[in-house]
């Protein structure tokens, strides 16, 4: 059984937030169309490091979000596609897009024309600031976005800062709480029989995700410090050295501080009075580093991290991203999925993460190629042969 079976999305979204939301939603089971711009179709196509693969529309941006979807091409300026696209909402559950906010009003398919078709539709706007507000018409990016929440000033440390994250963070983040949102918005209508837009702003969705550090600002007036690898709320915990690289431990309950003394041959300074309690441990951490580093110096990383785990202090050693994507746990979860994708080979997916003992979700389809499953869809509504050729004479498709 599959989660989601029945529910048809209409997706238009492009490149990470969107496309990260119906990727869930397809790997629940939803029947995903991607609704793409004939030339060139999702800009993530021509983002990736294989430029042979850009050249094919297959970039591996757009490989990384797009397992289990369709593909339909459609030129959403033209008339005869808009009429297409409203034949699909009127047996569609959700449509989501992630243009500018205005787009789809413009075009005559925003939210309140579309409800007039179709009543239960769930139609979900991601965008950078939100559909209203002072900034909605502001352009942003996932690293626009990093500085003006706040993210980028409370990484790294008083060398490295402001600094921001490694990877995409607030566009998936973003495409997170759309899926979310998504899912509370069809449990909604499950009840009430009624669907609804839903306003996605990237920049809303980051903010809670920093809670304890916007926390102890908002109600205790404390900024945030640059401590680079180190836990703010808790000593010892974070990045320290070892005889062949580094290794992250957090000691962060008394007891784990203690054990950890001990195991290191530290025991003294349990009474030392910098370092006896929690919060002294916190203002004197960086007095207390090189006593860990030197005694971690002695040994490997493997070493430490097998005699403090086993001691119950949680440890861990820092993966290259190479070794942390088939470290023996991913592998063991089935985090990912072998897929042949048409024209770049075999290559890893991700499957859903969440593991649900009675609906799965798992990889079933590659990612499309760009209009894969036009003639497909379009046979569908009803369309034959011929007319599907002229569609594509005139641009439609």
Known sequence: MKLLEGIKVLD????????????????????????????????????????????????????AQNANKKSLTLNLKLDKAKEIFKELVKSADVVVENFRPGVMDRLGLGYDNLKTINPRIIFVAI???????????????DQIIQGLSGVMAVNGDKTLNPLRAGFPVCDTVGGLNAAFAIMAALFYRERHGEGQSVDIALLDSIMPTMGWVAANLMIGNQHPELLGNDNFSSAPSGTFETSDGYINIAANKQEQWEDL?????????????????????KRNRFALTPYINEKLKL??????????????????AILKLDEA???????????????HVEGVGDVKLFNLT???????????????????????????????????????????I
């Open 12 to 63: 238009l979204t492009n490149v990470l937030s969107g496309p990260f939301a119906t990727l869930h939603l397809s790997l629940l089971g939803a029947d995903v169309i991607k609704i793409e711009n004939p030339v060139g179709g999702d800009l993530a196509r021509n983002l990736g490091c294989v430029t042979e693969y850009n050249k094919k529309l297959m970039g591996t941006s757009f490989i």
């Open 127 to 141: 965008s950078g600031f939100g559909q209203t507000g002072p900034d909605a018409y502001k352009p942003a990016y």
């Open 261 to 281: 003394a001990d195991i290191l041959g530290l025991s003294d300074l349990k009474e030392d009075a910098r370092f006896k309690i929690r919060d002294d441990r």
């Open 325 to 339: 994507l088939t470290q023996d746990q991913i592998e063991h979860r089935k985090t990912f999925t072998t897929k």
């Open 354 to 396: 969440a593991k649900f003992s009675k609906t799965p979700g798992l990889v079933e389809t590659p990612p499309p190629t760009l209009s894969q499953h036009t003639n497909e869809i379009l046979e569908s509504l009803g369309y034959d042969a011929g007319q599907i050729e002229k569609l594509k004479m005139d641009g439609v």
């Open 299 to 316: 040994r490997s990383t493997e070493y430490w991290v097998e005699a403090l785990n086993n001691a119950g202090i949680p440890s861990g």
